[in-house]
């Protein structure tokens, strides 16, 4: 039973262009939390989701940003026009539901760099 | 302040000792959590206390939650050089989302 698989694990962008950060949750696994890493921070809230649905984006900026979690393949957080400050650690994590008891697990991350 | 805030923010002991983190909260919670992450890495569950649990073993790591002080204590006992990492706590309500804190930097020294 594979755990959560991120790609890419590292990823360079020149300022202005597109980022894409795939997530494949856990199988079995239905509800997937995108969250931002800065460095020497802890991981701030980004998006919930679920199949078709985005459940909470309060921690989503407002613009260039977006997330989705098609019925079929990965979930995808796309940030447009990529800025310096977007150079973070991205992790995807997933649980089988929400409520009491649910461990959410989290995949390894990907590093975007802004150049 | 954001919920789950971890302290110290750092600590540094010798292999043998003990370390123990602490964590706070503000709102009421489900559960709370604690994971492990080795730098460049993703985060690994430790263990998670439900609202209704006061303490939890794991190995050689110990858990308490005090729900009226919106606390909780991450021990680890015997520390061993491979336990440095940074440990974050986590918070969850019933808005499903985990929140949480800046991390303790745990520098475990042989």
């Known amino acids: 039973n594979a755990g959560v698989m991120q790609n890419p694990r590292h990823l360079v962008r020149r300022r202005g262009q597109e980022a894409r950060l795939r997530c494949s949750p856990m199988k079995g696994h239905s509800h997937v939390y995108w969250y931002r890493q800065l460095p020497e921070e802890g991981l701030k809230f980004m998006v919930y989701l679920q199949k078709e649905n985005i459940i909470d984006e309060s921690g989503m900026p407002k613009e260039r940003f977006s997330a989705e979690f098609p019925k079929e393949g990965p979930s995808i957080l796309r940030i447009q026009q990529v800025v310096r400050g977007d150079s973070a650690a991205y992790f995807c994590?997933?649980?089988?539901?929400?409520?009491?008891?649910?461990?959410?697990?989290f995949g390894e991350g990907s590093w975007l760099t802004v150049v | 302040s954001q919920q789950g805030e971890e302290d110290p923010q750092a600590l540094s002991i010798q292999e043998g000792e003990n370390a123990t983190m602490n964590c706070s909260y503000k709102t009421s919670i489900n559960n709370l959590q604690w994971y492990r992450q080795n730098s460049g890495r993703g985060l690994v569950h430790l263990i998670l206390?439900?609202?209704?649990?006061r303490e939890k073993h794991s190995g050689r790591l110990r858990v308490t939650l005090d729900t009226s002080k919106k606390s909780s204590s991450l021990l680890i006992t015997a520390s061993r050089a491979a336990d440095t990492a940074s440990y974050f706590c986590a918070t969850n309500t019933n808005a499903g989302k985990s929140t949480f804190g800046d991390g303790t930097t745990l520098t475990v020294k042989p």
């Open positions: 206390i439900r609202s209704n649990e």
């Open positions: 994590a997933s649980s089988p539901a929400t409520g009491q008891g649910n461990t959410i697990y």
